[in-house]
């Protein structure tokens, strides 16, 4: 089964600070997904990634999936309070289930 | 308008009953999944389904059983319910498999 390890498991920045997620697989991704979810909410879709070397922006967050298409980061440029929740990276499996990380939990202090 | 709802949003109920949780979406989608998440956050697959095909997780207890009246619906039935159980159940919808996939706010249950 697919399995992906994400890093780092919490982050604590201050305001304005930048930072990276890591979504590492030791299967070739199929696609990459990242989500956002905050507390007693469900999961908000970030972006998806398909193509090895990929990159993708919205706002301050850009994802990139890497040639191999085995890793993927999340980088968040000048963090804000509102860019705390926990960050998930799901892949598609052969069978066309979603597998998820484990999940980072993102502070942002003021 | 919401486009993946889920009722109850909170459930507390004793070990041994039987309930189910709703999951309906408006998107026009034809795939819908259940997932858990665990004290821990884990989120894991329980079902994929779609008019054509039902993917069930292999660790899913079969007390739990997907129903789909139509599309636009796929409720979750647990029956004889146990302690370990309790966990937040997502529904999600996407246009097919291997596609970007839309969550419900989630449901809380609580075996007691």
């Known amino acids: 089964s697919q399995e992906l390890e994400q890093s780092p498991q919490s982050l604590i920045v201050q305001e304005g600070k930048n930072l990276t997620i890591n979504c590492t697989s030791s299967k070739t991704l199929y696609g990459l997904y990242w989500y956002k979810q905050k507390y007693g909410e469900g999961l908000i879709f970030l972006m998806m990634?398909?193509?090895?070397?990929e990159e993708k922006s919205h706002e301050k967050i850009t994802a990139k999936l890497d040639e191999k298409k085995q890793q993927s980061s999340l980088h968040i440029t000048a963090s804000q309070p509102s860019h705390a929740g926990i960050y998930l990276c799901?892949?598609?499996?052969?069978?066309?289930?979603?597998?998820f990380g484990a999940g980072t939990r993102l502070t942002v202090k003021p | 308008d919401t486009a993946v709802s889920q009722t109850p949003k909170y459930l507390v109920t004793q070990m041994g009953n039987d309930k189910s949780i709703k999951c309906e979406q408006n998107?026009?989608?034809?795939?819908m999944y259940w997932y858990k998440q665990d004290s821990k956050k884990f989120l894991k697959i329980m079902f994929s389904y779609n008019n054509k095909e039902l993917i069930i997780n292999e660790t899913v207890p079969n007390r739990f059983s997907p129903k789909s009246p139509d599309k636009a619906h796929l409720n979750l039935h647990i029956n004889s319910l146990e302690l370990g159980d309790s966990a937040v159940y997502f529904c999600a919808s996407s246009q097919g498999f291997r596609n970007i996939q839309y969550f419900g706010a989630g449901t809380r249950l609580s075996v007691l």
């Open positions: 998107l026009g989608h034809d795939t």
């Open positions: 990634l398909q193509k090895g070397g």
């Open positions: 799901g892949a598609e499996s052969s069978n066309n289930d979603m597998r």
